[in-house]
């Protein structure tokens, strides 16, 4: 089976921020990926996990799977998780599979980052 063209890079912005940068295609072959990426920023000390879904240029329901999965992960480590960049149709199925009541969606990262710094 062909591995999704997926790329997901974690940055930290603050000692307790960190965002992945996703590019490419959101699909349930990615979850190696992710879970590198999120291990990475929990190593690094994250509480709040930023999805940056401005390079997203598919995603179906496994890559749904993938997000909730993420939310586990995220709340077994008592980190929050927000989400910017998404369009307006991925944002419609975030709302439609109820994911915006447990991911916070912002428009973009600065206002992302302002949400976390206000908690």
Not at 1 to 19: E, K, L, N
Not at 32 to 51: F, P, W
Not at 80 to 93: C, N
């Amino acid at each position: 089976m062909p591995v999704a063209p997926v790329s997901m890079q974690a940055r930290t912005v603050d000692d307790r921020t960190g965002v992945i940068d996703i590019t490419g295609d959101v699909t349930s072959t990615c979850e190696g990926v992710l879970s590198e990426a999120h291990d990475k920023l929990t190593a690094d000390g994250a509480t709040s996990i930023l999805l940056n879904f401005s390079g997203l240029e598919y995603m179906n329901s496994g890559g749904i799977g993938m997000v909730v999965t993420m939310l586990v992960r995220a709340n077994r480590q008592k980190q929050s998780l927000l989400a910017y960049g998404l369009t307006e149709h991925y944002r419609q199925i975030f709302e439609l599979t109820r994911l915006d009541e447990a991911i916070t969606i912002h428009d973009d990262e600065t206002a992302a980052i302002a949400a976390v710094r206000t908690r």
